[in-house]
């Protein structure tokens, strides 16, 4: 999905989200609060474009289950 998403972003789809199983994004309204995940490895990024290039943002996922 990512590589699909990333050529949208490349081609002047809006910015966005994306994040992988597992990970929830929680907005108010349209601002974005924070990640969470059931998985503890699972990642979330902020994906834009910037001088024509995709960039992709590692966003904090706080893991909900228990830490070994």
Do not use: C
């Not at 002047?12 to 108010?28: I, K, S």
């Amino acid at each position: 999905m990512r590589p699909a998403y990333k050529e949208m972003i490349a081609q002047g789809a809006p910015a966005g989200y994306a994040a992988d199983d597992g990970v929830a994004l929680h907005f108010e309204g349209t601002r974005f609060k924070e990640a969470v995940s059931s998985r503890p490895n699972a990642q979330a990024w902020r994906v834009s474009r910037r001088r024509g290039e995709v960039v992709e943002a590692p966003l904090d996922v706080r893991y909900l289950g228990r830490k070994k």
